[in-house]
């Protein structure tokens, strides 16, 4: 942490002394971008410097949205997301906490409003189990097919 300002010197003078011995020890060498030229972006463009982040960061731009725009995009992909689930329970769960969360948005007067309406959480199922694969369970080969187990010492005397 810096000193404070010395009595008598200005404030330009101060900061000037703190950039030089900084130089002096070193603590600007080494710098990520040093040499680059500067990113600078179109003068038009006030939020030039919030797409750059979101760029350099790798920020999923959905998680930007309002929250009753992520919903309704939400919705939209309700039926690939339920595909990739594999049990019953799971699916109603998951539609319960979407409806649920439709409500609350519903309920909320802050934001844009976005109509978006609950699923239909009967239909949606019906169609789950349409989409699923009939379960076939593998015939199990009979007992004579396998070759007779050698008894042990133990089964031979006791048998």
Known sequence: MTKRR???MSRQEWVEAQIQRAQNA????NL????KPLELADEHDPDWWVKN???RENI???ALLPPAMQLRKEKQQVHEKIR???HESEVREYLADLNKRIRISIRDTTGPVVPTGPVDEHALLAQWR???PPRNPQPRPA???RPAAKKSIWQKLFS
């Open 130 to 132: 349409m989409d699923r």
């Open 60 to 62: 999923e731009t959905d």
């Open 143 to 145: 007992h004579e097919d």
């Open 84 to 86: 990739t689930m594999r």
């Open 6 to 8: 010395p009595p008598g």
């Open 32 to 35: 990520p971008g040093a040499g």
């Open 53 to 55: 982040f979101i760029r």
């Open 26 to 29: 070193g603590e600007f060498d």
